[in-house]
């Protein structure tokens, strides 16, 4: 391949491979500091909401449920909105991460249980608009179970498919909630930087290309 070829297809890289970084420091954030669910993985918070339910524990129950219902949010905003020019949805996505990053600063990252809500809710929104964009783009940046069977599935049946794009997405989704949690430790307040930080990778990577909507 061309030395031309292969930038543009690195390129075209760059954006699924820094939504789904991003995607995994956010839900870093959100187990670890937003009352222990997740922001993006709706089916493993679905079973924390049914495991609140059965056992009547607000606690178990306010945290997923909320993520869930923000995701769902974010889903339906990014469809509802106008059809924005690149990368017009990443920056809404972008605001959220901002109003998360504010008021994780503003607690010293130790948000009481309501702002954790809060927080967790934008976080939620975010990464519900961000799957809706990833959908656009015919790649997977916050739910990969579906990433991962493909990739076995193609690696058993030595089908060629799509094995090494998956792998790096689901690389990118711990690589981010790796650095993520090593901030947590290192400079707690400095966490939500980073998935600002990815995002404005991811839209940068992808400025000149075309995104598919469907």
């Known amino acids: 391949m061309e030395p031309a070829g292969l930038a543009r297809r690195g390129g075209r890289r760059v954006t699924p491979l820094s939504l789904a970084a991003c995607a995994g420091a956010v839900d870093l954030i959100a187990i670890v500091g937003l009352g222990g669910a997740f922001a993006s993985v709706v089916t493993g918070n679905l079973v924390t909401v049914g495991l609140g339910i059965g056992s009547t524990s607000d606690h178990a129950f306010a945290a ?24 017009g949805h990443l920056l809404v996505e972008l605001a959220l ?14 948000p009481g249980r309501t702002n954790r809500l809060l927080l967790l809710a934008a976080g939620s929104l975010a990464m519900g608009l961000q799957s809706v964009v990833a ?17 076995v599935h193609d690696l058993v049946t030595g089908k060629r498919g799509q094995r090494a794009a998956a792998v790096g997405q689901l690389a ?43």
């Open 64 to 87: 997923p449920a909320v993520a869930v219902g923000a995701y769902a949010a974010g889903v339906a905003l990014a469809l509802w909105v106008p059809r924005f020019r690149w990368p």
């Open 97 to 110: 991460l901002g109003a998360l990053t504010g008021g994780w600063i503003a607690t010293d990252g130790e």
């Open 135 to 151: 959908r656009w783009l015919h790649e997977s940046t916050t739910y990969l179970t579906g990433t991962l069977t493909g990739a």
């Open 172 to 214: 990118a989704l711990t690589a981010g909630a790796t650095v993520a949690a090593a901030l947590l430790v290192a400079a707690r307040w400095s966490v939500p930087l980073l998935a600002l930080f990815l995002l404005v990778v991811a839209m940068l990577g992808r400025s000149r290309l075309p995104v598919t909507r469907g």
